[in-house]
């Protein structure tokens, strides 16, 4: 059965870098694009972008381009968010969501149990 | 950007009775070429990640009762449950996919009365 397993809570000071890992199986990774959300406490769901799990091409919703970076190790099947130069506001839970077709259309039926980043001096 | 708005906010529901949720979009969310709507429904457990519940407007995601069920146009839908269990709480989102960015609503908390 199709899984997705993300890696755990990160406390993190701001300015520093984190990198959050999303490990699946069950499925042959580089058919199906994998889409990044991210929650701030009692918010709604964010969509911040998906990444081409073949060729590796990311695409970010604007406001997450530039700190924000998408990456894969296929070796693994295991995607990355890395957030770089850490801020207050990014405290959230992200999650990644596994999408219904190579490129992103947005459905996603399997995701990850979500990474609690906690940004705090 | 697309802008999702849902009503109401808050949802007391007596078990076995209807329930339903609106939700508006600020633009149509009617593709042209194939006529799809592209609006999906989501449930979020209590410490829960989402999970998909209706997509391209009326169809049920694998595993979901047919106590739920999806309508709308092309910037006015609805969710209905028809008959309401003790595990459907949690906050119920819409989420367009029509454009990108694609955008969630605020959510409608569900809860048992």
């Known amino acids: 059965q199709v899984q997705l397993v993300q890696s755990g809570s990160e406390l993190k000071k701001p300015g520093a870098s984190v990198k959050v890992s999303c490990k699946s199986s069950?499925?042959?990774?580089?058919?199906?694009?994998m889409n990044w959300v991210r929650q701030a406490p009692g918010q709604r769901p964010e969509w911040m972008g998906w990444?081409?799990?073949?060729?590796?091409?990311?695409t970010y919703v604007q406001g997450f381009a530039g700190r924000f970076v998408f990456s894969l190790d296929t070796s693994v099947s295991t995607a990355y968010l890395e957030i770089n130069s850490l801020k207050s506001e990014d405290t959230a839970v992200y999650y990644c969501?596994?999408?219904?077709?190579?490129?992103?259309?947005?459905?996603?039926?399997?995701w990850g149990q979500g990474t609690l980043v906690t940004v705090s001096s | 950007d697309i802008v999702m708005t849902q009503t109401p906010l808050s949802l007391p529901v007596t078990p076995g009775e209807p329930a339903s949720i609106s939700c508006r979009s600020s633009r149509s969310l009617l593709n042209g070429d194939d006529g799809n709507i592209f609006l999906d429904w989501y449930l979020q457990k209590p410490g829960q990640s989402p999970q998909l519940l209706i997509y391209t407007l009326s169809y049920r995601a694998s595993g979901v009762p047919d106590r739920f069920s999806g309508s709308g146009s092309g910037t006015d839908f609805t969710l209905k449950i028809s008959r309401v269990e003790a595990d459907d709480v949690g906050v119920y989102y819409c989420?367009?996919?029509?454009?990108?960015?694609?955008?969630f609503g605020q959510g409608t908390r569900l809860d048992i009365k």
């Open positions: 069950g499925y042959t990774f580089t058919n199906y694009a």
């Open positions: 989420m367009q996919r029509k454009e990108f960015p694609y955008s």
């Open positions: 990444i081409n799990t073949d060729t590796g091409n990311p």
């Open positions: 969501a596994r999408d219904t077709y190579y490129d992103s259309s947005g459905r996603s039926e399997y």
